[in-house]
């Protein structure tokens, strides 16, 4: 019960913080599920969260997709995606790479928790700086194919989707639309894999803790909206940013268990 009630709350400051910062679900409900579970567990639990909240924006603005777009983003996404989905499971099998110490204390070096610590650290330094300006001349496919196959390892595909998307100067609605429509796709395809090789592996993702997760999201959702008329972003966006670098370098560096 307490494992629940931390991820329902986490969850709901998670929501909140999204429209606060800037910040995507998924990059900043990652610490909170990492701290419940390993990090295998926490990748694919966040995944049905993240994929709970783009489907109602998806329902919102779905008639507002650039299908396109959609076709030559999402279709290399999916397939991106089940090959990352594929890889995180295999990361688990994958020996340590070593210990180093400090200050008389001793920390492990684990591939996944160094895959997963430095996405998270490099994508919220590059949100929190502007990194995604846009990126322009590659092919879609491309940047489909990796977004999708980063969503599958690790759970961070909004950063790199956003920035092909800002590249084809969108109007806000079509960002959105298509934007959550991809990542819905790419969330029921990591999920399905997931589902599948954690059963190979003798474990399972913790649905009681996805549906705390959803429930705290939409407490957070509703408190968001509240908060983004009262609260000063910038100085949010600025501590949450270099908060979640911080946890993905203690993570990465195995300081963080």
Not at 114 to 119: A, K, V
Not at 200 to 214: F, R, T
């Amino acid at each position: 019960m307490a494992t629940l009630l931390f991820i329902a709350a986490g969850a709901a400051a998670a929501s909140t913080l999204t429209f606060l910062t800037g910040f995507g679900l998924g990059t900043i409900l990652m610490p909170v599920f990492l701290l419940a579970m390993g990090p295998a567990l926490a990748v694919a639990a966040v995944a049905p969260v993240h994929l709970f909240h783009n489907l109602g924006k998806f329902l919102l603005l779905r008639s507002q997709v650039d299908r396109q777009v959609l076709v030559q983003f999402g279709v290399p996404a999916l397939g991106g995606a089940a090959f990352g989905a594929w890889g995180l499971a295999r990361l688990t099998d994958v020996p340590g790479l070593g210990t180093w110490s400090l200050l008389g204390e001793t920390f492990a070096l684990c591939p996944l928790k160094l895959t997963i610590g430095l996405s998270l650290a490099g994508f919220s330094g590059w949100e929190l700086l502007g990194g995604g300006k846009g990126i322009r001349g590659v092919p879609l496919w491309t940047g489909g194919l990796v977004s999708g196959f980063l969503g599958g390892l690790t759970g961070h595909q909004g950063a790199m989707r956003s920035a092909f998307f800002l590249g084809k100067d969108f109007p806000k609605e079509t960002f959105l639309a298509t934007g959550a429509a991809v990542a819905c796709g790419v969330d029921i395809t990591r999920i399905a894999v997931y589902v599948q090789l954690f059963q190979s592996l003798g474990s399972s993702i913790p649905w009681s803790v996805v549906g705390a997760g959803i429930a705290g999201a939409l407490v957070g959702l509703w408190a968001g909206r509240i908060g983004l008329r009262k609260m000063p972003v910038a100085a949010f966006r600025r501590i949450i940013g270099i908060a979640l670098m911080g946890f993905g370098l203690g993570l990465a560096s195995g300081v963080i268990c």
